[in-house]
């Protein structure tokens, strides 16, 4: 009588329930990161940025000593080197709190904190991290224009273009309109010209505002220059009142007029958002030949994955007013993820940027020059940048 032979396999169920529950276990715990990581606020979340930062940590002694760990040979080459702590990266990268920054931990437990947690690219005379642009929301009441106050000084305004020479530019854009200056926060005001206001909160108005204290003499002064420049005078706030949408909405607002306004003239290149700082007068101002300018910040959107060809846009202008102008420029500010909207429209162009024009203590004289001083540096870039075009394209031509 044969015995039938074969293969027994014993699989024991306490085993495979173990597996089974430690499986369901690791589920359960991505899952859960998964949803505190995006369910987190912002400013409290593992960002681009942190990860960017960490990554440009990981130089060549940190990435030797990581080989060395694992071939020791290599650290016995060079084994009095100072290498930089992993225990630090990590904690940055896991925490987005920087050791040697404060203000990486005090933005997230100090209310309104958060608005200094922006990133000095290029610093201009004077400029660090105490007397940065700052932007803030203007009471409701004031938003939806139920309260205004009465306004003063208007002569300046209507003495704008006395004492100017209009003479006709040597080489013109004709009429193609290729700068669009346009106005995000259009009811940011200026002191001098609001009767009884102290409070730079309440700088704002619905007549008197940088829509016409800015826009129209940059406009003229770029124009002097040859180049054709429209300004967007919607009333972005009456808009979010139409709508009911917050002042935080204010970008998604102007992002739906400057895409039209893209659409519809394919002649834009250079598209401006110009603001005014809360910043007092102190900061805001500079003398240059024994006459007073309001002062240029440059701030760059850093959630724009592409924000480096923002950036450069604003490096030329920023290094034309230092040469020209010198300490007119407050320098280049990037507003990281978690630092408002950080994008600023600023996606939809290379050469989208966006200007503080002074503060709230700024005259219009002040800031009449500062218009007139950055059209000339910005003809100088535009007349160059389209000679440069220009020869490209001939040599294109040629070949």
């Known amino acids: 009588m044969k015995r039938a032979s074969g293969t027994f396999v014993i699989v024991q169920g306490t085993s495979l329930l173990k597996s089974a ?3 369901l276990l690791f589920m359960l715990l991505i899952f859960s990161i998964s949803g505190l990581l995006t369910s987190l606020k912002p400013q409290y979340r593992l960002t681009s940025t942190s990860v960017n930062q960490a990554a440009t940590n ?68 004077g400029t660090n991290y105490t007397n940065m642009p700052m932007e803030s929301a203007p009471p409701i009441e004031i938003m939806k224009a139920e309260q205004e106050a009465a306004l003063q000084n208007l002569e300046d305004l209507e ?20 700068v669009y200056l346009y106005f995000t926060h259009n009811r940011e005001s200026y002191l001098p010209y609001l009767k009884g206001v102290t409070n730079p909160d309440l700088a704002q108005h619905s007549k008197i505002n940088v829509t016409n ?6 406009k003229a002064s770029l124009e002097d220059r040859g180049i054709g420049t429209y300004v967007d005078k919607t009333d972005v706030q009456g808009n979010l009142n139409k709508k009911n949408w917050k002042y935080t909405q204010s970008y998604q607002e102007s992002r739906i007029i400057v895409q039209e306004a893209m659409a519809s003239n394919q002649n834009l290149q250079y598209f401006i958002d110009i603001h005014r700082d809360s910043q007092r007068r102190g900061k805001t101002t500079v003398t240059i030949n024994n006459k007073s300018y309001a002062k240029l910040a440059f701030v760059i959107g850093g959630k724009n994955p592409n924000y480096e060809k923002n950036e450069k846009f604003a490096r030329e202008l920023h290094k034309r007013l230092q040469e020209k102008y010198k300490g ?25 940027i966006l200007i503080e024009f002074g503060g ?40």
């Open 213 to 218: 204290i800015i826009g129209d003499p940059l």
């Open 328 to 352: 007119l420029s407050r320098g280049i500010f990037v507003k990281p993820a978690g630092t408002g909207n950080a994008i600023y429209n600023q996606n939809l162009s290379e050469n989208a």
């Open 159 to 178: 003495k704008s273009s006395e004492g100017k020479s209009h003479t006709a530019p040597g080489q013109t854009t004709g009429k193609r309109k290729v």
């Open 21 to 23: 529950a430690l499986l």
């Open 58 to 125: 990981v130089n060549s002694q940190l990435l030797y000593q990581l080989m060395g760990w694992e071939n020791h040979h290599f650290l016995t080459v060079k084994p009095d080197a100072e290498y930089p702590k992993l225990t630090n990266l990590v904690f940055k990268l896991a925490s987005n709190i920087n050791l040697d920054d404060p203000r990486s931990l005090l933005g997230r437990e100090l209310p309104g904190f958060f608005q200094f947690d922006g990133q000095i690219l290029v610093a201009g005379e």
């Open 360 to 399: 709230v203590d700024n005259t219009f004289e002040e800031l009449n020059r500062s218009a007139d001083a950055l059209a000339e540096v910005f003809s100088d870039y535009y007349w160059q940048a389209e000679k440069v075009n220009k020869d490209i394209e001939q040599s294109t031509n040629k070949q």
